[in-house]
C-alpha cells in the first residue's frame, strides 16, 4: 500500500492532534499532495462526521505564510523578533557545543525541558524528548498546567481516571454540565445530550459564565467561583435528609458514608447558598432532581479546578454519584477525564531507567519564579508544544525570565511564537499532520494510530526526529535513541499494565486505525484506592494536610480587589494556538470582559466601553460586555490573545502563579482584579 503522504489527490484518514477531550478521527482531502479540506469521519463512533470550527479551518494554519521552515538564529534582542536562517546542522551544534559547557559548569540540571500537549500524539509529546532528557540528567518539568488539581481529587475518590463512557448515554436523563464550557471545549459531549434531550433527557449547567452552553442548558446555575464542593455537599446534605440516596449501593462499594452523612449536617441549604449564591429553593430542586433521575451524568470540567481549591472540589463532586448509586447504571456516573481506562507503557515509552541519577523536579505553573532564581539558576530552557510566554500563570514573571540575556533558550514550535521570540535558536517543527503516532483519548474509550498525510512543510522536523539528532551529536550511543517512531508505537502498546485494555497489536491498529477500550473487570469490585472502595471518606488526604471528608475550603484572599478574574478559553482558539492565524481571529474577533451590569452601574462603565483590568501582578486594557452573563464581584474574560498593536490584552499578567490543594496544579481562575473605565 501507499503511504498517504503520497496520496496527490483523494480522503486519508487522521486524528485531530489538539488538546481536546474530543479526540476526532479526521478525514483529510488532497488535491495535488495538498490539504483541501478537513472533515469528521463518518465511521468513527464518537466524531460521528462532525468536527469543530477551529479543525474545519486547520488547512489555512498547515499553510500559513507564517509558518517556520528553516532553523533560525537570534540577532535582535530577546524578545523582539529578529532572526536569520541557518542549517539544521549549525543549529544542532550550536546548541549542543552551549549545552556541554553547561553541563561542565554547572552539570546537567541547569538545563530544563519545558512542554506541553501542542500535540497531543503520546511518541512525540512524550517519547524521544523523555528519552533524551533522562539521558542528558536534566531537570525535570511536572506538567500540572491542565488538570492535575482535579485528576488528583478524582482519584482520591475513585482510584484514577475512570469516567463513564460517553457511547453510553444515550439513555441518560439528566446532563449536569459542572465547570465545563462543553459547546467550545467539548462539542461531541454537546451533541450526546441533545440527542438525549430529544429522549426526554435534562441539561443543567452549572458555571460562573453564561456563555455558550450555559444558554443551550434546560436550566442554567450561576455559582460563585470556587464555590462547587460547598453545592456538592448541600446537595448531599438534601440527599441524605430526604432518603434520596442509595443504601445498598453505599454499603457496597462506598466507605465512609455514615461519617459523611454526620458530616453533611453542616451543608444546610442556607449556609450552602450564602457560599456559593444559589438561591436557597434551588439548591433543593438540584437536590431533588439529582436524587430521583436516573442514570444521571456529571461532566466534571476543567474550570472549576483551575482554583486554590480545585482538588477539593473535584474530590467532592465525584462523591456525588455513588450517593445515588450511578456507577451501576449503564449511562450513569462521571466524566472527569476516561484515561485511567488507556494506560500505555509509560516506562518503555519514556525509558526513565535512563536517568542516572535523581534530579530536581520543576512545577510548571512555577516557571517564572524558576526562571527568576539565583540558587542553581536554570541557564537553558528548552520549549516544544507548549508557549508559556502566553499561556504560563503570572506571565510577566515568565517574560522577566524568558528575556535574562544569560538564559540559553531553544523553542521548537510550528511558528515564530511569542515565547520564540525570546529564542536563541528557534527549529521548525512538523505538523501532527505529517507525523507518526499514536493517541489515547481522555474522555472517550479510543485508541488511534496516526501515519502520515503530508510530506514535512519545508526543512521542518518531528519533535522524536530533532532529540534523534541532538542525542547523536551529544554521543549517546543507546539503542533507545535508534528506535523508529513505528518502534515507539509498538513499544508503548505492548505489555501494557493494566487490565482494561484487550491486547493491541501494531498490525490490528494500523488495520482498524482506532480500537476501544474496554472495562475487562468490574472495575467497581477491585477500585484502585487503598481500600478498594469508592472513598467518601479518604484517610490518605491526611498526608497531604486536607481534611479526609469533602469539605469547602475557602479561596486564598487577594485583599484590595473586588473582583475575581476568570479567564477562560474561546470557541475559535485551542488555548494560544489558532491566536496567531489570520483565519481564527476574524472568527473571533476580539477579546471582551464581561461584567455584571450592577457593577458597571456604580463604576460608570458602560456596555462597549474600554476598560482597564489590573492587580499587582499586571494589567490589561479589554472592551467590556454588560450584562448579567456573570454573577455581580465576577469578571470573565476568554481565549489567551498576544498583545497586539498596544492593545494589552494578554490575560495572564493577571493570573496567580500559586498552586492549588492537589498535585501542584494551576489557579487561574482564583486570582483577582479591578476595573476601571478608560
Ligand atoms: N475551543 C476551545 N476548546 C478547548 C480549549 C480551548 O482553548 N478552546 N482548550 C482545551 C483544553 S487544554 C482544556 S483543559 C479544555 C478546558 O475546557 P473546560 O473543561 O470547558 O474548562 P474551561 O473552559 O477552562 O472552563 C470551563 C468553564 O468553567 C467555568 N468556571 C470557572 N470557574 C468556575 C467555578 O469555580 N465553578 C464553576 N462551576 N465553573 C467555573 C468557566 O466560566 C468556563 O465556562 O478545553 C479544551 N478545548
Ligand atoms: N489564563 C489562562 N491560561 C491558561 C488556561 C486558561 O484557561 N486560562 N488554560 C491552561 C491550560 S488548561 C493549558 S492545557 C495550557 C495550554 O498551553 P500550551 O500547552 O502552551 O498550548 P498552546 O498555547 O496551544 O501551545 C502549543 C504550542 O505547541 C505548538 N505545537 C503543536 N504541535 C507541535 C509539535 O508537534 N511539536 C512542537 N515542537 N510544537 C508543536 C503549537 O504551534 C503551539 O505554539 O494553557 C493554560 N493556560
Ligand atoms: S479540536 Fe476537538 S472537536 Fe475539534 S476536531 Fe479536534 S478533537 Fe474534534
Ligand atoms: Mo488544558
Not at 467497581?524 to 498526608?543: V, W
Not at 481534611?547 to 474561546?570: G, I, K, Q, R, Y
Not at 454573577?631 to 489567551?640: C, E, I, N, T
Amino acid at each position: 500500500m501507499h503511504s498517504y503522504t503520497e496520496v496527490e489527490n483523494g480522503i486519508v484518514p487522521s486524528v485531530c492532534s489538539l488538546d481536546c477531550p474530543d479526540q476526532c478521527g479526521l478525514l483529510i482531502h488532497k488535491k495535488e499532495g495538498k490539504i483541501v479540506k478537513i472533515e469528521g469521519d463518518p465511521d468513527h463512533p464518537v466524531t460521528q462526521g462532525s468536527i469543530c470550527n477551529k479543525v474545519r479551518h486547520m488547512g489555512a494554519r498547515i499553510y500559513d505564510e507564517k509558518r517556520l521552515s528553516t532553523p533560525l538564529k537570534r540577532i535582535g534582542k530577546k524578545g523582539e523578533g529578529k532572526f536569520v536562517p541557518i542549517s539544521w546542522q549549525e543549529a544542532i551544534n550550536e546548541i549542543t557545543e552551549r549545552w556541554n559547557e553547561l553541563i561542565a559548569e554547572d552539570g546537567a540540571e541547569s538545563i530544563l525541558p519545558y512542554s506541553f500537549y501542542g500535540n497531543m500524539g503520546k511518541i512525540q509529546a512524550e517519547g524521544m524528548d523523555r528519552r533524551f532528557f533522562n539521558r542528558l540528567g536534566a531537570s525535570q518539568l511536572d506538567r500540572t498546567i491542565c488538570s492535575v488539581a482535579g485528576s488528583t481529587g478524582f482519584r482520591y475518590t475513585m482510584g484514577g481516571s475512570f469516567g463513564t463512557d460517553p457511547e453510553d448515554m444515550s439513555e441518560t436523563k439528566l446532563f449536569i454540565m459542572w465547570g465545563i464550557n462543553a459547546v467550545s471545549t467539548n462539542m461531541h459531549q454537546m451533541m450526546i445530550a441533545q440527542k438525549a434531550r430529544k429522549k426526554g433527557a435534562k441539561i443543567v449547567v452549572i458555571d460562573v459564565h453564561k456563555n455558550q452552553t450555559g444558554r443551550m442548558a434546560d436550566w442554567f446555575i450561576p455559582i460563585r467561583p470556587g464555590t462547587d464542593a460547598a453545592l456538592a455537599l448541600g446537595m448531599m446534605h438534601i440527599l441524605f435528609k430526604e432518603n434520596l440516596v442509595e443504601r445498598p449501593f453505599l454499603e457496597n462499594y462506598t466507605i465512609g458514608h455514615e461519617e459523611l452523612e454526620a458530616h453533611v449536617e453542616d451543608y444546610d441549604p442556607q449556609t450552602v447558598s450564602e457560599l456559593t449564591g444559589i438561591p436557597v429553593e434551588d439548591i433543593y430542586s438540584l437536590a431533588r432532581l439529582y436524587g430521583t433521575t436516573s442514570p444521571s451524568m456529571i461532566r466534571i470540567g476543567n474550570g472549576l479546578q483551575h482554583h486554590d481549591n480545585g482538588g477539593m472540589i473535584v474530590r467532592t463532586i465525584s462523591c456525588l454519584p455513588a450517593l445515588t448509586g450511578q456507577w451501576l447504571l449503564q449511562g450513569g456516573g462521571a466524566v472527569k477525564s476516561s484515561s485511567g481506562f488507556l494506560v500505555y507503557n509509560k516506562e518503555a515509552l519514556q525509558r526513565p531507567d535512563l536517568r542516572k541519577q535523581e534530579t530536581r523536579i520543576i512545577n510548571m505553573n512555577l516557571i517564572g519564579q524558576a526562571l527568576l532564581e539565583k540558587e542553581k539558576p536554570i541557564r537553558s530552557l528548552f520549549v516544544y508544544g507548549s508557549n508559556p510566554a502566553i499561556v504560563a500563570p503570572n506571565v510577566n514573571k515568565v517574560r522577566q525570565g524568558l528575556a535574562r540575556e544569560d538564559l540559553f533558550t531553544v523553542v521548537h514550535d510550528l511558528f515564530l511564537t511569542e515565547t520564540a521570540k525570546f529564542a536563541d535558536i528557534v527549529l521548525p517543527a512538523t505538523s501532527a499532520f505529517e507525523n507518526v503516532d499514536f493517541y489515547a483519548a481522555s474522555w472517550h474509550y479510543y485508541l488511534h494510530l496516526h501515519e502520515p498525510v503530508i510530506p514535512p512543510y519545508g526543512e521542518s522536523k518531528p519533535n522524536n526526529e530533532v532529540f534523534r539528532l541532538l542525542a547523536e551529536a551529544m554521543g549517546f550511543k543507546e539503542q533507545a535513541f535508534k528506535d523508529s517512531d513505528e518502534t515507539l508505537v509498538k513499544q508503548s502498546i505492548s505489555d501494557v499494565p493494566n487490565r482494561y485494555f484487550p491486547e493491541v497489536t501494531y498490525e490490528e491498529l494500523k488495520q482498524k486505525r482506532f480500537i476501544k477500550a474496554q472495562k475487562t473487570a468490574q472495575y467497581l469490585d477491585h477500585m484502585e484506592t487503598p481500600s478498594g472502595k469508592i472513598e467518601l471518606y479518604c484517610e490518605s488526604l491526611e498526608t497531604i494536610g486536607l481534611p479526609p471528608l469533602p469539605t469547602h475550603m475557602p479561596l486564598v484572599e487577594e485583599p484590595d480587589c473586588p473582583f475575581l478574574f476568570v479567564s477562560a478559553p474561546n470557541h475559535n482558539f485551542m488555548n494560544s494556538t489558532f491566536s496567531n492565524n489570520e483565519k481564527h481571529i476574524k472568527l473571533e474577533k476580539e477579546p471582551k470582559l464581561f461584567m455584571h451590569e450592577e457593577d458597571a452601574a456604580h463604576r460608570g462603565i458602560e456596555d462597549g466601553h474600554m476598560v482597564r483590568i489590573w492587580n499587582s501582578r499586571g494589567e490589561c486594557e479589554l472592551t467590556v460586555t454588560v450584562g448579567n452573563q456573570v454573577l455581580p464581584g465576577v469578571v470573565v474574560s476568554q481565549g489567551l490573545w498576544a498583545d497586539e498593536g498596544g492593545k494589552k490584552r494578554l490575560l495572564n499578567v493577571l493570573t496567580p502563579d500559586r498552586v492549588a490543594d492537589m498535585g501542584g496544579g494551576a489557579t487561574f481562575y482564583s486570582g483577582r482584579v479591578n476595573v476601571e473605565p478608560i
